[in-house]
Nanobody, 114 residues
Framework: QVQLVESGGGLVQPGGSLRLSCATS????????MGWYRQTPGKEREWVAG???????NYADSVKGRFTISRDNAKRMMYLQMNSLKPEDTAVYYC????????WGQGTQVTVSS
């Protein structure tokens, strides 16, 4: 059974940085394209960034140049380094496969506010 556990969120001022982590189990992680998603109240969950098994990455235009996705297959971990954060980055962030499994973790709240 797939398990996804996100961590590392918090409250940060505009322009600040955070690093999110995703711990996985129960899936063929090393060969799976993985991604980060986010959701704000009243809106659909949106894809933010993705990384494939060869570590090629791609990003939503809204975060390109500010966020960096990475993975450690040996540890079954994925990360999202978020720099130059903006208030509009405020959301609950989730990790999942691309396309996503039906299971979602609890997410981690990121709040960007002064």
């Amino acid at each position: 059974q797939v398990q996804l556990v996100e961590s590392g969120g918090g409250l940060v001022q505009p322009g600040g940085s955070l690093r999110l982590s995703c711990a996985t189990s129960g899936s063929p992680f090393s060969i799976t394209t993985m991604g980060w998603y986010r959701q704000t109240p009243g809106k659909e969950r949106e894809w933010v960034a993705g990384i494939n098994s060869g570590r090629s990455t791609n990003y939503a235009d809204s975060v390109k140049g500010r966020f960096t996705i990475s993975r450690d297959n040996a540890k079954r971990m994925m990360y999202l380094q978020m720099n130059s954060l903006k208030p509009e980055d405020t959301a609950v962030y989730y990790c999942n496969a691309v396309p996503p499994y039906s299971y979602w973790g609890q997410g981690t709240q990121v709040t960007v506010s002064s």
